[in-house]
């Protein structure tokens, strides 16, 4: 059994002065007052990381389409594919993201097809194979509203063309599924199964939408196919947070880069503090490889500077990511029973950018310095370290 105290200790809910994390093994035992034994002593603990919504593994960096298994662009709805199998373990990213702070990700199919397929979420240590890196999988359906797959339908030749092609193929699928449930000789039918998932709310919806009006077409598909939904993206979310909160629909923002479509010209970094004015529970994203391995870090600085509270900044990638990714039993948080993953700073006025000085992942520290020098010239697992 390990202690380590810390003059201010996050537990991914609410900060706590002077507190003991008490583990054993890869799980943690508790957070005390105080510990009969030896105690190392740090300036903060907080949970670590978690990217909730991302394309590590499946999206390979520096690879272009060799490395790229984020979109099956063959079919206009694409349900039953799934990330496990187009996932790298050694892809550079997921490598990268640890000595980030960064211990599990949400990984998703991209955003080409109106339903895209199934997504987990993963520890981005210690695996060979992808199999050892899941903490849930199946967790939700992706599902894209807008220009991109409006772009795959012009770019293929086929639909969908507008937003109406996009919607329409979304409500023909689960039209479908009705017919699908109740003929007492159907076959087994793999897309109608992942969304047999969705109906029966096992899975959350996890929706692409960047403007207001395509966020509320997702709500509204939401409400009359029947299954519960996360909005991705959000980037026009700022301007019906209130519509969201009234609807209990959490978001997923991020990525921070620049306005790239004509759908982000309404882009502000300052959105989080809009949602959360408006009682709209939500989480970050670095997209990767969108962004680098450490753009939830570079979000994190950025919400905080745009005016979110430090602590709410460190929620929205802990306890409000693990809740919103339905995870919220084994991560984000310092609670008994939990996997013993979390990060250390060295000072209570520590920077996001800079990141944590120490990681523990899993109840075993990190030896970051090791583990920069074993990225760039051999996959290494958290055994090695």
């Not at 969908?160 to 109740?182: H, Q």
């Not at 962004?291 to 306890?319: C, F, H, N, Q």
């Amino acid at each position: 059994m390990k202690a380590i105290a810390a003059k201010l200790l996050f537990d991914g809910e609410r900060l706590h002065r002077d507190k003991v994390l008490v583990f054993e093994g890869e799980k943690i035992v508790g957070v005390e007052d105080r510990f009969d034994g030896d105690v190392e002593e740090v300036a903060v603990i907080t949970p670590g990381f978690i990217d909730a919504h991302a394309h590590f593994g499946i999206d390979e960096s520096g690879k272009g389409i060799k490395g790229d298994d984020t979109n099956e662009w063959s079919k206009e709805q694409t349900a039953s594919c799934r990330v496990i199998d187009g996932i790298n373990p050694d892809e550079q990213g997921l490598k990268e993201a640890l000595i980030y702070g960064i211990h599990a990700t949400a990984v998703f199919p991209g955003s080409a097809n109106s339903i895209g397929g199934v997504g987990g979420m993963f520890f981005t240590g210690g695996a060979r194979v992808v199999e050892d890196m899941i903490v849930k999988f199946p967790m939700g359906v992706k599902f894209a509203f807008g220009e991109n797959p409006k772009s795959t339908g012009l770019e293929t030749k086929r639909t969908p063309f507008t937003r109406m092609g996009v919607a329409d193929i979304i409500r023909r699928k689960f039209a479908e599924l009705e017919n699908w449930l109740t003929d007492e000789k159907r076959k087994r039918d793999l897309d109608m199964e992942v969304l047999k998932m969705l109906r029966e709310r096992r899975v959350k919806a996890r929706m692409h939408a960047h403007r207001a009006d395509d966020i509320a077409t997702a709500v509204r598909l939401a409400y009359e196919c029947g299954f519960d939904l996360v909005i991705e993206h959000g980037v026009e979310s700022w301007k019906i947070a209130d519509f969201l909160a009234e609807s209990g629909v959490p978001v997923v923002f991020g990525p921070y880069s620049s306005r790239v479509k004509v759908e982000l010209e309404a882009k502000r970094p300052d959105t989080p503090v809009f949602l959360k004015r408006a009682g709209v529970r939500f989480a970050l994203m670095s997209d990767y490889p969108v962004e680098p391995a450490d753009g939830l870090l570079i979000i994190m600085d950025v919400v905080e500077r745009e005016g979110l509270g430090r602590w709410d900044v460190v929620k929205a990638v802990t306890s409000d990511a693990a809740w919103i990714c339905d995870v919220a039993d084994q991560l984000g948080r310092l609670d008994k029973g939990y996997w013993a993953c979390f990060n250390v700073f060295e000072k209570e006025d520590f920077s996001f950018i800079k990141g944590p000085s120490r990681i523990f992942f899993k109840g075993k520290e990190i030896d970051i310095t090791k583990a920069k020098s074993y990225i760039w010239d051999r996959p290494f697992s958290v055994a090695e370290l």
